[in-house]
């Protein structure tokens, strides 16, 4: 069963979880990490880091840039916690700006790395944080303007995934 369109909170729309999208969000990551990890023994890990992100930038300027894009980085951030949400990843968001800088916290309860390694059959304690660095790489090519950083990983032992993203605080609008 899917589950349809609902109104979040400030009016974004968003979807509850849908079985059908977190199997096939899952998938993909899975096969993404499987790609990397034979094109890692092929290439070797910058090579195939390079092929993964063919494309991916453009990629995540399609899904990021009318959620960031003349806004502040948190409402965009809480626009898409619900559509993170519906494909099985449980995340928070905290705005961090100061008064130069436009940033915000995602604070993953789902790691991806650790789910993709199990998912491929191998020890998600074994986990690299593969999968989070090309979607960081992708929006930073997408966005020079915006910095990307782990703060902690999952994949690196700790108990939950924190994610900063900031950029240049946008002015104030005119008139």
Do not use: W
Not at 67 to 74: C, E
Not at 113 to 134: F, H, I
């Amino acid at each position: 069963m899917t589950s349809g369109p609902v109104t979040a909170p400030g009016g974004a729309v968003a979807r509850t979880p849908d079985p059908d999208r977190q199997r096939a969000f899952r998938a993909a990551q899975r096969e993404r990490l499987e790609r990397y990890l034979r094109l890692c023994d092929e290439i070797g890990p910058d090579a195939a880091r390079e092929e993964l992100l063919k494309g991916y930038p453009e990629i995540q300027r399609a899904k990021m840039g009318p959620l960031i894009t003349g806004v502040p980085l948190i409402q965009g951030f809480r626009r898409a916690v619900p559509l993170f949400a519906a494909i099985g990843v449980r995340e928070e968001v905290v705005d961090v700006s100061s008064d130069s800088t436009d940033a915000v916290l995602e604070i993953a309860l789902t790691c991806m790395c650790r789910n993709a390694y199990a998912d491929c059959g191998l020890e998600p304690a074994e986990a690299r944080p593969v999968l989070c660095e090309l979607d960081f790489e992708a929006s930073r090519r997408a966005f020079p303007d915006l910095t990307v950083r782990a703060e902690c990983r999952q994949a690196e032992g700790a108990q939950l995934c924190v994610f900063r993203y900031a950029r240049p605080r946008l002015p104030p609008p005119e008139g």
